[in-house]
Nanobody
Framework: QLQASGGGLVQPGGSLRLSCVAP????????IAWYRQTPRATRESVAA?????????LSSVEGRFTISGDNTNNTVTATLQMTNLKPEDTAVYYC?????????WGKGTLVTVSS
């Protein structure tokens, strides 16, 4: 079960950090990612990190968001550092982990960027 945290309200230009704890995946090949969804759009991948250290970002967040991971005792903690936030970043953010053919989702956390 993925545990996500860190959403909230921030002004444009501000920063937030999201964390996702994924137990039991650290010894396998995995991809851990953050997705986001608004009421009018489909869920989209924002940033992803593989166990090999490869990262991938949505073009609109590249240079503003950074995903990083810590693998300790078979538990991976993925952090999404979001800077220079814009109103269009407002969404519910979901953590996802894929490993061994299994896809897991955490509960969403709301990020609101507004003045």
């Amino acid at each position: 079960q993925l545990q996500a945290s860190g959403g909230g309200l921030v002004q444009p230009g501000g920063s937030l950090r999201l964390s996702c704890v994924a137990p039991g995946i650290g010894r396998n090949f995995y991809t851990i990612a953050w997705y986001r969804q608004t009421p009018r759009a489909t869920r989209e991948s924002v940033a992803a990190l593989t166990s090999r250290g490869n990262t991938n970002y949505l073009s609109s967040v590249e240079g503003r968001f950074t995903i990083s991971g810590d693998n300790t005792n078979n538990t991976v903690t993925a952090t999404l550092q979001m800077t220079n936030l814009k109103p269009e970043d407002t969404a519910v953010y979901y953590c996802n982990a894929y490993t061994g053919g299994r896809n897991s989702w955490g509960k969403g956390t709301l990020v609101t960027v507004s003045s």
